[in-house]
Nanobody, 115 residues
Framework: QVQLVDSGGGLVQVGGSLRLSCAAS????????MSWHRRTAANVREWVAGMDTGGETNYLDSVKGRFAISRDNARSTMYLQMNNLQPQDTAVYYC?????????WGKGTLVNVSS
């Protein structure tokens, strides 16, 4: 059974950092297409960052240079390092991984950036 557990959110001040984790189980974690998404308090959903099968990464323009997506195959975990956090980054963050053509989602972790 494929399961994704995202964690690492919390309350942080403007300019602070957090690292989100997404622990995967139930399948072979290797070069899957993976991404992070977020949903704001206004219920706006955004794709934030992604990594393709070759390891190439892409980012939402507003987070470029501040966020970094990565993965550790040995730990079956993907990460989102978030630096210089801003109030507009406040949202529930979700990880997504494709496995055999199906998109699986974590349940989300809340990031709250206070000014």
């Amino acid at each position: 059974q494929v399961q994704l557990v995202d964690s690492g959110g919390g309350l942080v001040q403007v300019g602070g950092s957090l690292r989100l984790s997404c622990a995967a189980s139930g399948f072979t974690f290797s070069n899957n297409i993976m991404s992070w998404h977020r949903r704001t308090a206004a219920n706006v959903r955004e794709w934030v960052a992604g990594m393709d099968t070759g390891g190439e990464t892409n980012y939402l323009d507003s987070v470029k240079g501040r966020f970094a997506i990565s993965r550790d195959n040995a730990r079956s975990t993907m990460y989102l390092q978030m630096n210089n956090l801003q109030p507009q980054d406040t949202a529930v963050y979700y990880c997504q991984i494709y496995y055999r053509g199906i998109a699986y989602w974590g349940k989300g972790t809340l990031v709250n950036v206070s000014s």
